[in-house]
């Protein structure tokens, strides 16, 4: 196989996984769409975490929905929870890595508030200790995985949501989670600005 080859054949698996992860997500993306945007219509806000990769992403939809998406709108309160060198770097050398979200689930949620934890695997032990921490408090839990769902899909209860991409391959799954976040960001704008119902 060339080079040409090769690259084009990515193109065509990245296409293939995410038609069929249409299939599968639509579904519970709109569900997420619609607890984040009751979430922050009553005052709340959606935090975000994850690692490497899963942590840009955190980065980007905070940002979309704090400052903007592709249409004007006042911005949306939403914290990416893996920005902060000194919070995450004295958590970790103080107590333990895992612990670098929990504490901060654990200061900043509140009751009605939305956790978007992301892991390609669903085994990250940070997320699943955030995930223990907003259930603790009372924020519900937006899942983004891939795989089977890992260990994180076993956490979820009724009160959450399960964005699982079916597909095995980690860049696979990475891009169908920048997609999902990009239908996350123009579904909560849809409903606040009443484009949709």
Request: overall charge negative; proline content about 3%.
């Amino acid at each position: 196989m060339s080079l040409a080859e090769r690259i084009h054949q990515q193109f065509k698996d990245s296409a293939q996984t995410k038609l069929a992860a249409a299939a599968a997500m639509a579904a519970p993306i709109e569900a997420a769409v619609r607890r984040m945007v009751d979430c922050l219509k009553a005052g709340g806000k959606v935090m975000a975490c994850g690692n490497g990769g899963s942590a840009a992403d955190s980065q980007h939809f905070a940002a979309e929905l704090l400052n903007r998406f592709e249409k004007e709108r006042p911005p949306l309160a939403a914290i990416a929870l893996t920005t902060d060198t000194s919070t995450l770097t004295s958590i970790a050398n103080d107590y333990r890595y895992e612990d670098v979200f929990a504490k901060q689930v654990q200061a900043l949620g509140r009751a009605g508030d939305v956790l978007l934890a992301i892991s390609t695997s669903g085994n990250s032990p940070n997320v699943i200790e955030a995930i223990h921490t907003a259930h603790a408090r009372g924020v519900s839990v937006v899942a983004l995985t891939g795989k089977s769902g890992g260990k994180i899909a076993a956490l979820l209860g009724p009160g959450d949501t399960h964005l699982c991409v079916p597909a095995e391959r980690t860049a696979r799954i990475q891009e169908v989670h920048l997609l999902t976040i990009h239908c996350l960001c123009d579904g909560i704008d849809a409903l606040l600005l009443g484009e949709t119902q």
